[in-house]
């Protein structure tokens, strides 16, 4: 055990830990796991410095007050250590699982805002994720999503000159492929499969969120990203809210270009070609 860390939570909550053990899935934190004993657990995160943990904590709270998602609860937060409800659960997701996933999300897509963005800029992993409200679409995703992150992505060294180039000309046109939606929606803004926490065909547990209020489609996008989620989710979710066809021929394609810079800047290189490949669908 670290016994700093040990001592420093034992004095916030007033117990006594018996274990700390690693979880996976600590990117930018640290996290374990904390047992209390009696079958009693929570989890710590234990920040580095290069972001701030009650951002977090704030996302958390915001989602457990205004959604049904089962995302923990907040013990504890500070800018270098968070602590929250231990919910137990596998990454596994099958067909019940992901059609729970599917109902749940599209219960938190019906919850809208006066605008697009949020109160507070939030957090995509450990990059700062700017939600200055606006009252129009395409304009938010495209200065604040998109351009901001190629901005993010080009200073960390791993964006190439003339990959940026092509981004800045595609976010021009932008308003060719993209559609104004009738209202915001509240997005997660990270659902993968170990971010869904499941037991016995339901979700038990969502955490990790990089929450704000965008068009519904955001969230579904980066569902598809990579391995995704499963089809069984999206047809939960269209039992409840519809999916435009073009969404999947076209607007999701758009729509990671985000998560997929995220990746470039933190991840590198590896991450390129994807980029290059979602360009090429539109001529760029």
């Not at 016994?3 to 700390?20: F, P, S, W, Y």
């Amino acid at each position: 055990m670290n016994a700093e860390i040990k001592r420093e939570i034992e004095k916030i909550i007033g117990r006594t830990l018996l274990d700390m053990q690693p979880l996976a899935g600590g990117m930018i934190s640290q996290v374990l796991r904390l047992d209390l004993g009696e079958g009693e657990a929570l989890v710590a995160k234990v920040g580095d410095g290069s972001h701030d943990l009650r951002i977090e904590g704030f996302m958390l709270r915001f989602l457990r007050a205004h959604s049904q998602l089962p995302v923990p609860g907040v013990v504890h937060e500070a800018s270098d250590l968070l602590l929250m409800d231990y919910i137990e659960g596998e990454s596994q997701l099958d067909a019940a699982s992901l059609r729970h996933l599917g109902e749940l999300l599209a219960g938190c897509h019906r919850i809208s805002a006066p605008a697009y963005g949020l109160e507070r800029d939030t957090l995509t992993g450990p990059l700062r994720q700017p939600n200055v409200p606006s009252q129009l679409w395409i304009p938010f995703f495209r200065e604040q999503r998109l351009l901001y992150m190629v901005g993010v992505a080009r200073d960390s060294g791993n964006l190439p000159g003339e990959l940026e180039t092509r981004l800045l000309h595609f976010a021009d046109a932008l308003e060719k492929y993209l559609i104004e939606p009738s209202q915001p929606a509240l997005v997660h803004g990270d659902i993968w499969r170990t971010n869904v926490l499941v037991r016995d065909g339901r979700v038990k547990g969502i955490i990790d969120p990089a929450l704000y209020f965008a068009h519904n489609e955001v969230e579904l996008a980066y569902m598809t990203l990579f391995d995704g989620v499963g089809a069984a989710c999206f047809e939960a979710y269209q039992a409840h809210i519809a999916i435009d066809a073009d969404f999947f021929k076209v607007r999701r394609h758009i729509y990671n270009l985000y998560p997929l810079l995220v990746h470039v800047a933190l991840f590198g290189a590896k991450y390129l070609p994807f980029l290059y490949e979602s360009l090429a669908r539109f001529g760029y």
